[in-house]
């Protein structure tokens, strides 16, 4: 039996910082602060992630990072940008186009071009 992903939770040191920017990445709504304002789920109808405050901070970074998938990477990464984020690597392979970026508390993640599939 497979197990169904629930949450992806990221460990960061300012909740509040990193609820607005990965709500507004990922098109999600933040829920109430819980676990004496540590933690907080971020809903969406398909998918939720989460922001937990790490104490002690986190110091050992990209043990995981998230692919966000879209069809206009390069717009994509503007916006993610204009939110806080920071892009540090191109691919530049157009048979794995995708962007590394950092989100503000310097997390990596990706923004990978969806590849097209010719219809069969």
């Not at 790490?54 to 939110?83: C, F, G, N, W």
């Not at 970026?101 to 997390?107: A, K, Q, T, V």
């Amino acid at each position: 039996m497979a197990l169904p992903l629930g949450n992806t939770v990221i460990n960061c040191q300012d909740l509040e910082l990193m609820t607005v920017f990965w709500s507004r990445a990922l098109g999600l709504r933040p829920g109430p602060v819980t676990e004496g304002g540590a933690f907080r789920v971020l809903g969406g109808d398909h998918v939720n992630n989460c922001c937990r405050s790490a104490v002690p901070p986190v110091t050992a970074r990209d043990q995981m990072h998230l692919h966000l998938y879209t069809s206009d990477k390069a717009q994509e990464v503007e916006r993610l940008v204009a939110l806080g984020a920071i892009c540090i690597l191109s691919s530049g392979n157009p048979d794995d186009d995708y962007d590394v970026l950092r989100d503000p508390e310097g997390s990596k993640f990706c923004s990978c071009l969806v590849p097209e599939h010719p219809a069969g």
